[in-house]
C-alpha cells in the first residue's frame, strides 16, 4: 500500500494562511485599534515569527521568506472586497506613474512584435523625438544588452528605458533599408501622459472630449479642452467615459464642479474612520454650466468615472447615454510601505448626491466579480436594457423627482445595445495579435508622402482604405497565423475598413484623430449626437418618462 504524499501547496497552506492572518492584523493595527486587539496583535504576530522561524531552519526545501509572505498578503487582502490590493515594490512605480500624468524615460510608445521592440510612435516634445527616432525603428540593444529574440516583456521595456532625468542610456537601432544599427544616446527626461485622448468638434455646436482615466493632470486637460472647444463654438458637449477604469477621485469632483451649478453635491463617502467622511458639493462657478451635457458609459466605466456620471445624473444636469456601467462604489487609499510598495486599501464606500450606493454586490469569489461582464452578455443585458432587475429598496429620486437605482453601476437615462453585428471572430483574431500594428507600421513608413500635406479634416472627409491594402493585411495576418476565414471577412469588410482608417489616423496623426473616424462605428456615440434633445429636457426638469407619456398620449 503506497504513502499519500502531501504537495508542496498542501505543506505551505497552512503556513500562508498564518502569514495572510496575522498579515491582516496588523495592517488593522496601524489604524489605532483598541488595546485588547493589540494584544491579539502582538500573539498573531509572534505567531508568524514562530512559524517563519520554523520554515526557514527545518522545512525540507530552501525558500524564500519574502515571496511567501508575499502571496500570504496577496491572499488575505482578497478576503476584504475586491479593490484592495498589494503592489510590490518591482510594479508599484509603473503603477503610479499610470496615474502621475508623467514619467522618467526616452519618451516612445513601443509595441513587441514577434519578440522585437518596435518604436510605434517617439512622444510629442520627448528626448527620442528630438534625436529623430522614427515610427518603426527596432530596439535592438540597451547599454549593450540583448533585447531582441531573447523573450523580452513589457515590464523588462520598461525596467531598461526608464530611469531618473538626467541620465543617459545607450540605445542600439535597426532602421528599415539601413544595414548597420543606429546608436543613440539619449538622456531621459519628463514625459507627459495624457488622460484625455481626443477632443474635438464633432459639428458646429457639438464638442467631443475621450477621458481615458483619471490622473494627476486629467482636470487640467479637461480645463483646457473645453477652453480650446468653446473658443470654437461649443454649445453642447459629449464626455465619453466608456472603458474608463477610473483613478483619482479628486479628477472627478473637479470636474465635475466646472459643469455643475455652486453648492449641488458631487459626491459624499462614509468609512469606518471619521476622518474619511465627507460631502463635497460644488464650490465655484463652471467653465460649462449652461451648455447641454451628455455623458456615455458602458461596462468599462468604473470608479472616478461613475462618480462624474453620477452626479450629472443626480443633478438633472445631463443625459447618462450606453450601458450599465462597472459598479465599483469602494474608494482606497494609497499606503506607501516601507520596501517601496504599496498597499491600496479600501477605506469608505461613496455615494452619489441621490444618497445610492452603486458598489455591485461582491463575496469572495473574485474570479466571478472580474468576470462580470460575461455573466452579463450571458444573462442578455448587454443587448437589452430590460434582462436588467432592480431592486426596488435600492430606489432613489435625482433633484427633480427622477427614478434611479443602486446596488450595481450606474444605469444610463438612454440604454443603447452593443451591436456586434459588423464584428466577426476573424476581426477578433487580427487585432488580438501583431497584425494591425506590423502592417500599419510598414505602410506608413512606406506611403509617408500620401499624407505629408492632409490635414485631420480632409483625412477623415475623404481617405479610403481600398481593397488593395486589405488584402495586405490578411496577408501580414496569415504570416502571423491568423488563418484567412472568407466568410467573416465578408460579413465584416467596412467594418475592418474603419478600423485601419482609425489605426491608421492614430498613426499619422494623433489619438484625436484616431476617436473621430472610429467613433463612426461606435454604437453609443452614434445614438448621444442625437440625443441633444432628451439632454436639454433633463437640464430643463422635464422628466424624461412624463415626457413619452405625453408623446404616447
Known amino acids: 500500500m503506497s504513502e499519500t504524499k502531501n504537495t508542496k501547496s498542501q505543506i505551505r497552506l497552512p503556513i500562508i494562511i498564518a502569514i495572510a492572518i496575522s498579515a491582516g492584523i496588523w495592517i488593522g493595527a496601524t489604524f489605532a485599534e483598541p488595546k485588547g486587539n493589540q494584544n491579539d496583535l502582538r500573539a498573531a504576530l509572534y505567531r508568524l515569527q514562530e512559524i517563519m522561524t520554523y520554515v526557514d531552519r527545518d522545512y525540507v526545501d530552501s525558500v524564500n521568506s519574502g515571496e511567501l509572505i508575499e502571496y500570504g498578503i496577496t491572499k488575505m487582502l482578497e478576503h476584504l472586497d475586491p479593490h484592495t490590493s498589494y503592489i510590490p515594490a518591482r510594479d508599484a512605480s509603473i503603477a503610479q506613474s499610470q496615474l502621475d500624468g508623467e514619467f522618467d524615460g526616452i519618451g516612445v510608445e513601443f509595441g513587441i512584435i514577434r519578440d522585437t521592440i518596435y518604436v510605434v510612435a517617439p512622444l510629442t516634445g520627448g528626448p527620442s523625438e528630438a534625436l529623430g527616432i522614427q515610427s518603426g525603428d527596432q530596439i535592438i540593444r540597451v547599454d549593450g544588452e540583448l533585447m531582441a529574440g531573447v523573450g523580452v516583456t513589457n515590464r523588462d521595456v520598461f525596467e531598461k528605458l526608464r530611469g531618473p532625468k538626467g541620465s543617459v542610456v545607450v540605445v542600439d537601432m535597426k532602421r528599415k533599408n539601413q544595414k548597420e544599427l543606429i546608436e543613440f544616446k539619449i538622456t531621459r527626461d519628463k514625459i507627459p501622459q495624457y488622460s484625455i485622448n481626443a477632443s474635438y468638434m ?132 494609497p499606503i506607501d510601505l516601507a520596501d517601496g510598495a504599496e498597499l491600496r486599501l479600501t477605506i469608505a464606500r461613496y455615494y452619489t448626491p441621490s444618497g445610492r450606493s452603486i458598489q455591485k454586490p461582491y463575496g469572495t469569489d473574485y474570479e466571478a466579480y472580474e468576470n462580470d461582464f460575461m455573466n452579463r452578455f450571458e444573462h442578455g443585458e448587454l443587448f437589452s436594457s430590460d434582462s436588467i432587475k432592480f431592486n426596488d429598496s435600492l430606489k432613489y429620486e435625482t433633484v427633480k423627482g427622477r427614478t434611479v437605482y443602486g446596488g450595481g453601476g450606474i444605469m444610463p437615462d438612454y440604454f443603447v445595445p452593443w451591436d456586434t453585428t459588423m464584428s466577426s471572430a476573424y476581426v477578433n483574431r487580427l487585432f488580438n495579435s501583431d497584425t494591425p500594428r506590423e502592417y500599419i507600421l510598414d505602410f506608413v513608413n512606406n506611403n509617408k508622402a500620401k499624407f505629408e500635406n492632409m490635414t485631420v479634416d480632409q483625412y477623415y472627409a475623404d481617405y479610403v482604405v481600398t481593397d488593395a491594402m486589405l488584402e495586405d493585411l490578411i496577408e501580414y495576418g496569415k504570416k502571423n497565423k491568423v488563418e484567412f476565414d472568407a466568410k467573416d471577412f465578408n460579413k465584416s469588410k467596412a467594418y475592418l475598413k474603419t478600423l485601419i482608417k482609425a489605426h491608421l489616423a492614430r498613426q499619422v496623426y494623433d489619438d484625436s484623430a484616431f476617436y473621430k473616424v472610429v467613433n463612426d462605428i461606435n454604437e453609443v456615440y452614434q445614438q448621444a449626437i442625437k440625443l441633444f434633445g432628451e439632454a436639454e429636457k433633463i437640464d430643463s426638469a422635464t422628466d424624461l418618462r412624463k415626457a413619452a407619456e405625453e408623446e404616447e398620449e
Do not use: C, H
Not at 223 to 251: H, R, T
Not at 277 to 294: K, L, T, W
Open 202 to 333: 464633432v459639428d458646429d455646436e457639438i464638442g467631443y472630449i475621450k477621458v481615458t482615466r483619471f490622473a494627476a493632470t486629467t482636470y487640467d486637460e479637461f480645463k483646457e479642452s473645453i477652453a480650446d472647444l468653446k473658443s470654437k463654438g461649443m454649445k453642447k458637449l459629449v464626455i465619453d467615459l466608456q472603458g474608463n477604469p477610473g483613478g483619482y477621485m479628486g479628477a472627478a469632483i473637479y470636474m465635475a464642479d466646472e459643469l455643475l451649478g455652486q453648492k449641488a453635491i458631487i459626491v459624499s463617502q462614509e468609512g469606518k474612520v471619521e476622518q474619511y467622511n465627507q460631502v463635497v458639493s460644488a464650490f465655484r462657478p463652471g467653465m460649462f454650466e449652461d451648455g447641454s451635457v451628455i455623458i456615455l458609459v458602458n461596462e468599462g466605466s468604473a470608479s472616478a468615472s461613475e462618480i462624474l456620471a453620477g452626479a450629472i445624473q443626480d443633478n438633472d444636469r445631463g443625459l447618462i447615454v450606453g450601458r450599465r456601467s462597472f459598479g465599483k462604489g469602494l474608494v482606497q487609499m
